[in-house]
């Protein structure tokens, strides 16, 4: 079992940044492909980027592709989502989510994941 707690979210100008982190419990984190995803009001969640176990392989929703980078370290259990030139549109609640793996893939539907953290609010103000 994993829990995910995501944090860094906040309200920021059209055009700024932001890094989400996820922290995640357990000893086995290197062995799970992780996700970020998105929910804004009246709309499903949406894929926004997926990383592979080792960190090696990456995935992100076209919208974002340019502007927002994951990554991850696996010592510290944590995976990040670095956010630039954010724009109204980017807003929304972030979820963090994550799957046991058996290879070095991403994933990048909502069905596949297992294990979704709480969500973090983040705001891009026009």
């Known amino acids: 079992q994993v829990q995910l707690v995501e944090s860094g979210g906040g309200l920021v100008q059209a055009g700024g940044s932001l890094r989400l982190s996820c922290a995640a419990s357990g000893r086995t984190f290197s062995s799970y492909a992780m996700g970020w995803f998105r929910q804004a009001p009246g709309k499903e969640r949406e894929f926004v980027a997926g990383?592979?176990?080792?960190?090696?392989?990456?995935y992100y929703a076209d919208s974002v592709k340019g502007r927002f980078t994951i990554s991850r370290d696996n010592a510290k259990n944590t995976v990040y989502l670095q956010m630039n030139s954010l724009k109204p549109e980017d807003t929304a609640v972030y979820y963090c989510a994550a799957q046991a793996a058996t290879g070095d893939y991403t994933l990048f539907s909502k069905y596949e994941y297992t294990y979704w953290g709480q969500g973090t609010q983040v705001t891009a103000s026009s």
């Open positions: 990383i592979s176990r080792s960190g090696s392989n990456t």
